[in-house]
Structure formats: C-alpha cells, structure tokens
C-alpha cells in the first residue's frame, strides 16, 4: 500500500494497469526503489515529508554528497534536540514521582 502523501505527490504515476488475476497494481522498478527508501527511512524516524525531500534529490539528479549531507545533518541536529527533550521530561516525571 502507497501511503497517502505519496500518492498526493504523484509516487504511483507509473502504475500500469491492475491485474486481472487478482486485482495487485503492477509497479515500476522506479517506484518499488522508492517504496523501499521509504520504509528504510520511516524506521529511522524520517518523515514523509523528508523522505519526499530526499527523493526529490535524487530525482533531479541534485543528490550530491554535500546535499544529503546537509540534510541528514539537520535531522541528526532534530535528533539531539528530541533527545534532550526527553531527557527533561524523564527528569521531571522521575522527580514527580519522588515527591
């Protein structure tokens, strides 16, 4: 199943027809890579809209190594950010607890 996003952005334009047999649409090479880019990604907490990003990179032919760099170096910046947030709330519920 094609999440929603993907559809919206075009992802299944290239699904040839469904088949007779048992009603499966057929994909392209093209979309199954990217199908499994993003679940790759989605278990590494990337969201669709990054992953949209980040093909799009590679879809123009713009996804040089200091390109994907850059992005990968913001989400590992959000990353850390996350981490420490929820070290604070741990921090408050644990001395919540102890009072």
Known sequence: MIPYAFIKEGFDADVSKEDECNS???????????????????????TLNEISDFLGLLEFNTAA?????QK????????????????????????????
Do not use: A, P, Q
Request: charged fraction near 35%; aromatic fraction near 6%; charge should be neutral.
């Open 24 to 46: 499966y649409r057929n994909y392209s090479d093209g979309t199954l890579e990217k199908l499994l880019v993003n679940d790759e990604m989605k278990g590494f907490g990337v």
């Open 65 to 69: 190594c200091e390109n994907v760099s």
């Open 72 to 99: 990968m170096l913001e989400k590992v910046r959000l990353i850390d950010k996350k981490i420490k947030e929820l070290k604070e709330m741990k921090s408050l519920i644990i001395g919540s607890l102890d009072s």
